[in-house]
């Protein structure tokens, strides 16, 4: 059973003034978590089983992971080096935040004195940042204009981040459609989220509706 297309709004209201890398980077933080939420329940949906509670989050936090350093390679390509990290950085304050506030109000906060759930996010970015900078671009990529495509390797570290999350039943198989259906399109839908938001056209109105006086 295939699941609807995911639909995301990622061109700014207003047009016109140009926007800060933060302002970006708070607009690229609600999509890209939203595609992460996105990929958890496109893998329920083929029978991979994804308990409700620490492994719903495990889970999230390697795909986010993940979605940010795709993100920041798209940056890298649009913005000099100063912009980049005040996107980055800004990026993952926001995606921290946001997991922060859901394990929180799904789990409750960590024990008095361990660090908080969006200090261990952060870690976990600052853990896995150069191992995915390691990696490259697909050289085969279809769509030049779509922006940084990951290659085989990145998107397979991805899946076997993802296997000590899963149930040992569902391992030998997590790689495999990470890579074959569940990668592909959060990237595509990060790569035009991306690209919406810094095309500078104004979008046209909408038909105003007119009423009788």
């Known amino acids: 059973m295939s699941t609807p297309a995911m639909r995301i709004k990622s061109h700014w209201f207003k047009p016109g003034a140009d926007k800060s890398a933060a302002e970006q980077a708070s607009a690229m933080a609600f999509i890209v978590f ?6 958890l329940k496109r ?13 719903y989050f495990a889970f ?8 940010g350093a795709v993100t920041d390679r798209i940056a890298h390509a649009r913005l000099d080096d100063a912009a980049r ?4 950085v800004a990026l993952v304050r926001h995606l921290a935040r946001t997991l922060q506030e859901n394990e929180d109000r ?17 870690d976990l970015v600052n853990q896995l940042g150069q ?6 671009a697909d050289p085969e990529a279809s769509d030049p204009e779509a922006g940084f495509e990951p290659d085989f390797a990145f998107v397979r570290y991805l899946g076997s981040r993802l296997e000590p999350t899963l149930p040992e039943k569902d391992r030998r198989w997590v790689i495999e459609q990470v890579m074959a259906a569940e990668a592909p399109e959060a990237v595509a839908i990060v790569q035009r ?21």
Not at 34 to 39: D, E, G, S
Not at 131 to 136: E, P, R, S
């Open 34 to 39: 939203r595609v992460a939420q996105n990929m």
């Open 43 to 55: 893998m329920r949906g083929a029978d991979f089983d994804i308990d409700a509670g620490p492994p």
């Open 60 to 67: 999230l936090r390697e795909v986010l992971v993940f979605l």
């Open 85 to 88: 990290q005040e996107f980055t």
């Open 106 to 122: 799904l789990l409750g906060p960590p024990p008095t004195g361990a660090p908080s759930h969006a200090d261990t996010f952060i």
């Open 131 to 136: 191992h995915y900078a390691d990696f490259g």
């Open 193 to 213: 989220s991306m690209r919406d938001l810094w095309d500078p056209t104004p979008r046209r109105p909408r038909r105003a509706t007119m009423s009788g006086e």
